[in-house]
């Protein structure tokens, strides 16, 4: 069974800081691995979306890679603001299974301090 | 605008009174599914639909109920709610290729007293 982890469970940073978060999957037979941003008690944006077949995909201040056959992938922010203060949650699509369904991660709650 | 949109986004509701969450999404995507968040579980499907009229369980199925008789429409019944189904609740559709983004409701917060 797909089990996905996220490291540090929380991360407390000053405003400028490049900060790095961490995911990482058992089962390497995925579609795709996706980040979402969670805000307190809201729903989930996506951020960025990484087809198996694919290294890294960018936006704006974000970056995300993937290293499939060490089932891991990472989620780079640079220059934090304030505003990035959420929760970050990354997500693999399996292969297997009819079900479709994201194994999510239990999240990486960031605080960026001004 | 592409969006998934789940009413309500707050409800309180007593023991055993049915409801019924409903989502909605614009995208024409066959697939969609239900999720509930609880602290220190994570995310976890509920029921999910690959297009119309067709319906399976997830991972934690009991107590819920859904339909999918329209497309766009994936409502999910709650025929007896009770306290342990307090959570909140995510609605998410995608196309039904299992390499497509993934787009979600921004969610059902749920009490039941």
């Known amino acids: 069974k797909q089990e996905v982890t996220q490291i540090p469970a929380a991360l407390s940073v000053p405003e400028g800081e490049n900060l790095v978060l961490n995911c990482s999957f058992t089962?390497?037979?995925?579609?795709?691995l996706q980040w979402f941003r969670q805000d307190p008690g809201k729903g989930l944006t996506s951020l960025l979306l990484?087809?198996?077949?694919?290294r890294e995909q960018t936006s704006g201040r974000l970056n995300a890679s993937l290293d499939k056959s060490s089932g891991r992938s990472t989620l780079y922010i640079a220059a934090s603001q304030p505003g990035d203060s959420a929760t970050y949650l990354c997500?693999?699509?399996?292969?297997?299974?009819?079900?479709?369904?994201?194994?999510f991660g239990s999240g990486t709650q960031l605080t960026v301090l001004p | 605008e592409a969006q998934v949109t789940q009413n309500p986004r707050y409800l309180i509701t007593v023991t055993g009174k049915k409801l019924t969450v409903t989502c909605s999404q614009n995208?024409?995507?066959?697939?969609m599914s239900w999720y509930r968040q609880d602290p220190g579980l994570g995310l976890r499907q509920i029921y999910y639909?690959?297009?119309?009229?067709?319906?399976d369980k997830g991972d934690v199925p009991e107590g819920y109920k859904v339909s999918r008789k329209e497309k766009r429409n994936f409502p999910l019944i709650l025929e007896s709610p009770s306290p342990n189904q307090t959570s909140l609740y995510f609605c998410?559709?995608?196309?039904?290729?299992?390499?497509?983004?993934?787009?979600f409701g921004q969610g059902t917060r749920l009490t039941v007293v």
């Open positions: 998410a559709s995608s196309f039904h290729r299992g390499d497509t983004e993934a787009f």
């Open positions: 089962d390497s037979a995925i579609y795709n």
């Open positions: 990484i087809q198996s077949s694919q």
């Open positions: 997500a693999v699509r399996p292969r297997s299974g009819s079900a479709r369904q994201l194994t």
């Open positions: 995208m024409n995507h066959e697939y």
């Open positions: 639909s690959m297009n119309v009229e067709v319906t």
